[in-house]
């Protein structure tokens, strides 16, 4: 299976069309799982292949396009979710447990409609948009993902929020049952996050619902999870049950939990040092040749992670060595 995964590999750097490249690499791991490989990939930390349902009427759009998307497997066994364990290939192994159907959303807070929302009242299937972006972890490595969401502003405008709502707070589900490792305080539960309003409006901030055209997998935030390219991953909350209008600059987990490591803005900045390491480079995973950081190269981190055109002028004014 691996050799096999490999001569794709090899097809696509002589020329296969990107947008295509994933869909049929996915379309082989599907009937891989199908011809008896099933057996082998819990060996690799992996999900079901091909268990998620694809979605329909995706809008494809230029963000990214001409990004090299980073392999289906790495995507889906390399993650960050503290709920199902704190390895890489935990959230993999553990977030079945996790039941994003069907599922609630609370709004509250400064807005004209509040109260308990459907999944089908927040995302609406003609609002989706497939966006290509790069993401970039705090802990120094990076992945190129092709994900289906929606525009948050466009989540936002049907929630009518008043001029008091300066900041948008997010809350990820808290249940032990579904987040066996909300059982041990390893982070203050439930995980939260938050964006200044003209943040979670601007157009590149989405709901993501999905990857690689399909469903997304629990272990990367099943069902709706957000997604902020210019900033550090932990941003972006998986498994959102709370949506709120605030005042004030809310907390985020890991602002609160290591304060003098981890800021609330947490832009990607080449120029702000993480007290114990470097952000000057990353390790791009691209997912071939192995999923760990370790085999991965080197690059130069950009500012805001290569979107500075786009929302440089969110910052203008501000201090961001004090504003991490
Ligand atoms: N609820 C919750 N959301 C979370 C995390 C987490 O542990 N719990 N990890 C964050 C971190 S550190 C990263 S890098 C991204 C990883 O997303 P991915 O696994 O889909 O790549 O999710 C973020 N969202
Ligand atoms: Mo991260």
Redesign the pocket.
Same mark, same amino acid.
């Not at 972006?236 to 498994?239: A, R, T, Y």
């Given at each position: 299976m691996l050799i096999k995964t490999k001569n794709i590999s090899d097809a696509k750097s002589s020329e296969i069309v990107q947008q295509d490249f994933y869909y049929n690499r996915r379309k082989f791991l599907t009937s891989a799982a199908g011809l008896g490989c099933a057996a082998l990939l819990p060996a690799l930390g992996s999900p079901a292949f091909g268990a998620q349902k694809p979605l329909k009427n995706v809008q494809k759009t230029a963000w990214g396009d001409k990004l090299q998307p980073t392999t289906f497997d790495a995507v889906t066994t390399y *993650?960050?979710?503290?709920?199902f364990g704190t390895l890489k290939s935990d959230p993999s192994k553990n977030a079945h447990t996790l039941k994003p159907h069907p599922w609630t959303i609370e709004v509250s807070g400064h807005a004209d409609k509040t109260g308990k929302f459907s999944y089908g009242d927040i995302i609406k299937p003609h609002q989706l948009e497939e966006r290509i972006y790069r993401?970039r972890?705090v802990e120094g490595w990076s992945?190129v993902i092709p994900w289906v969401g929606v525009p948050l502003a466009k989540i936002i405008k049907r929630l009518e929020p008043t001029s008091k709502a300066k900041y948008i707070a997010f809350e990820?589900l808290l249940d032990r049952q579904q987040m066996p490792l909300q059982k041990f305080p390893i982070l203050p539960w439930p995980?939260v996050e938050g964006l200044r309003m003209d943040e979670a409006m601007h157009p590149l901030t989405i709901m993501a619902i999905g990857v690689f055209g399909s469903e997304m997998p629990n272990? *990367?935030?099943a069902p709706m999870r957000l997604v902020v390219p210019w900033k550090y991953?932990?941003k972006?909350?998986?498994?959102i049950v709370k949506i709120s209008f605030v005042e004030k600059q809310p907390p985020s987990t890991w602002s609160v939990s290591t304060p003098h490591e981890y800021g609330f803005y947490s832009n990607v900045n080449p120029e702000v040092d993480h007290p114990r390491w470097s952000q000057k480079r990353e390790r791009l995973i691209t997912g071939e040749g192995g999923f760990s950081a370790l085999f991965a190269k080197k690059i130069e981190t950009k500012m805001f992670n290569g979107y500075a055109e786009e929302v440089a002028g969110l910052y203008a004014g501000m201090d961001l060595k004090k504003n991490f």
């Open positions: *993650n960050n979710f503290y709920e993401m972890c992945m990820t995980y272990q *990367n935030g991953g932990f972006g909350i998986k498994s």
